[in-house]
């Protein structure tokens, strides 16, 4: 019985860690610049590559919310049959694979022109009116109050507090009001792996290619090595990489 379940639910291609790799079907043709750009170092060995999994995904996405985004899924595809609105999600994860679809970059830039305004005024905020308030304890005797506010107040407040007060009350508008501009429909996913096929399959880019949603390239599980990348932010504090980067075409993706 569990052949036949396991014949029915995986292909042939699925991944099987105790199974012999197969050769490799062509002779590497990575330039330098493609490994330098996206490995950085030597691929994770086999016995480790099942440790590298970021504990929090399993806070996020724990068994009891799988199950409730597929009974989602199929009440939206019975209301999409039934004549309700069209249900054709670019992403999606669930027991079987994980399919990678983000916000377009328009979206992306509404959203960060939102936030940006309101994180800078809450921070900058509080640290000029403090300032105001220094300089003018230390100005009071030597200019009056209108000339101290028109040449040391009025340029922060046109130049700098004025525009991050408007993206943030244009960006807080639009997503309250229109949250269709903001949130837009992803025009096709990035990447997605199969479990039940063992594939890795690459999208093309759905905000470059006019081919979105189309399968730009597609190898099984086997024909990948993993690097797990480790960079400095702008800050200087270390954040990691994992990128699966196929063994002999150019084709790389990071999976975070």
Request: net charge positive.
């Amino acid at each position: 019985m569990g052949t036949t379940i396991a014949s029915v639910q995986y292909e042939s291609t699925a991944y099987r860690g105790n199974r012999r790799e197969a050769e490799s079907r062509a002779v590497g043709c990575q330039g330098k610049l493609f490994l330098k750009s996206w490995t950085q170092g030597s691929p994770l060995e086999k016995s480790s590559r099942s440790g590298v999994f970021p504990p929090k995904v399993l806070e996020t996405w724990s068994p009891e919310v799988m199950i409730e985004e597929d009974r989602n899924k199929k009440r939206f595809e019975r209301e999409s049959a039934g004549g309700g609105e069209v249900y054709e999600p670019a992403g999606w994860i669930n027991s079987i694979s994980i399919r990678y679809a983000t916000l377009p970059r328009i979206s992306w830039a509404l959203l960060w022109m939102q936030h940006g305004g309101r994180i800078g005024l809450l921070l900058l905020g509080p640290i000029f009116i403090l300032t105001f308030i220094f300089g003018w304890t230390q100005l009071h005797d030597t200019r009056s109050f209108s000339e101290f506010f028109r040449e040391g107040v009025l340029p922060f407040i046109l130049y700098l507090f004025l525009p991050l007060s408007v993206c943030w009350a244009v960006g807080r508008y639009l997503e309250k009001k229109h949250p269709r501009v903001v949130y837009r429909i992803p025009k096709g996913p990035k990447w997605e792996l199969n479990r039940r096929t063992g594939m890795v399959t690459l999208y093309y880019d759905p905000d470059t290619d006019e081919r979105a949603g189309q399968i730009n390239a597609q190898a099984p599980f086997d024909e990948w090595d993993g690097y797990l990348v480790t960079l400095p932010d702008h800050q200087g504090n270390l954040w990691y990489r994992l990128n699966l980067v196929h063994k002999t075409e150019e084709w790389a993706l990071p999976l975070n």
